[in-house]
């Protein structure tokens, strides 16, 4: 009785406190942690994501250190799909992505090899909605003239939706330029006069490039549960692309298709796991995210990188958003291929 007694006392001791144990205060301690971005340097993307690396670092028991590998191609495809295929569960490899994986998933796009719901999210950024701006003498240029070149990724990014809808139903005069690594190359070429319009969310750069002389003239705005949209406090006289649109505004899988483009950012920028990561190690990330949350030093740097209205947003807010965005109608995604065939040549 006193052998039995013993095994079970020392099974307990091996279950609760065993050394590395994921439950344990320790198990990132000494550990190196590596962040995949899809992403070049300089972008949006890369910002938010060396910024999450430094608090992870500050804020995860052990305090591990945290790299960063950029890994850009194909607009994050790349990186999504090495992270689906290679990645291990063993809670040191992370990715940080964006509104474009998204997108690609949900319009089932065949060189997709990855299930963003198959990857445990713990977090995400909800950042400041994307801005658009030119130099002001070529506004008029929107309605007849010479086409406005639009630079882009793949014809995917989230503000895109606005050059597209706006085209197909503001008669837009614009043409698109496609195949840049980032939000980084985009600005380079749109700075150098090699485009004509660059929006982004990056609350500093758009800052730069206004003191640049380049102009804001439209915003996307924060799509709401009732359908409207929500200006950035920082541009209250910037029009939003809905009030633009004004009685041409469409309907049925039309809009439905541009909601799930366009919004695609409302479940903010998520921060994944490895698939099959066991659960103690996601709680592990999950609480540290918390921390970070109420941080009030990572909360004025996020301010600086990602705009003023830019916020943490938990596992529980992020994932029914990242959920509904993921499930479309056959007719949405017949809308929006067709949409792509037509003025992306896709």
């Known amino acids: ?9 020392l099974a307990v001791i091996v279950i609760v406190i065993p050394g590395g144990s994921v439950c344990g205060q320790d198990f990132f301690k000494g550990k190196v942690i590596q962040i995949i971005l899809g992403y070049p340097t300089g972008g949006g993307v890369d910002a938010e994501g060396r910024l999450l690396a430094k608090y992870l670092e500050r804020h995860l028991p052990g305090n591990p250190t945290i790299t ?6 194909a607009a994050g495809l790349v990186a999504a799909n090495w992270f689906e295929q290679f990645a291990k569960p063993d809670g040191l490899t992370l990715h940080y992505g964006s509104s474009t994986n998204i997108v690609e998933q949900a319009f089932g796009r065949e060189e997709v090899k990855y299930n963003l719901l198959n990857w445990d999210l713990v977090g995400a950024i909800l950042r400041g909605t994307p801005v658009a701006l030119m130099r002001p003498d070529k506004i008029d240029r929107l309605k007849s003239g010479k086409p406005l070149a639009v630079g882009s990724r793949s014809g995917e990014d989230t503000w895109n939706a606005m050059f597209l809808w706006g085209a197909e139903y503001l008669k837009w005069n614009v043409r698109w330029v496609l195949g840049y690594g980032g939000g980084g190359e985009m600005r380079l070429a749109f700075q150098r006069g090699e485009t004509d319009i660059y929006a982004t969310s990056n609350l500093v750069a758009l800052k730069e490039l206004i003191a640049e002389g380049f102009q804001p003239f439209v915003q996307k705005g924060r799509l709401l549960a009732d359908g409207s949209s929500k200006k950035r406090s920082e541009f209250p006289k910037v029009p939003l692309f809905d009030e633009l649109l004004g009685s041409q505004k469409p309907t049925g899988v039309s809009w439905q298709a541009y909601v799930t483009i366009a919004g695609a950012d409302d479940s ?3 921060l994944h796991v490895a698939k099959k990561t ?3 190690i996601v709680k592990l990330y999950r609480d540290t995210m918390a921390r970070i949350e ?7 740097e996020l301010a600086k990188v990602a705009g003023d209205d830019a916020e943490m947003l938990s596992h529980v807010e992020s994932e029914p958003v990242l959920r509904r965005l993921l499930t ?5 995604k017949e809308f929006a291929s067709n949409m792509m065939k037509k003025y992306l040549n896709r």
């Not at 009785?1 to 006392?9: G, H, T, V």
């Not at 960063?68 to 191609?73: A, D, K, L, S």
């Open 68 to 73: 960063v590998r950029n890994m850009p191609g």
């Open 278 to 280: 066991p659960p103690e």
């Open 294 to 300: 109420k941080d009030k030093e990572f909360a004025a």
């Open 268 to 270: 903010g920028r998520p």
């Open 1 to 9: 009785m006193r052998f039995k007694l013993m095994i079970f006392c």
């Open 328 to 332: 479309l109608s056959p007719g949405a």
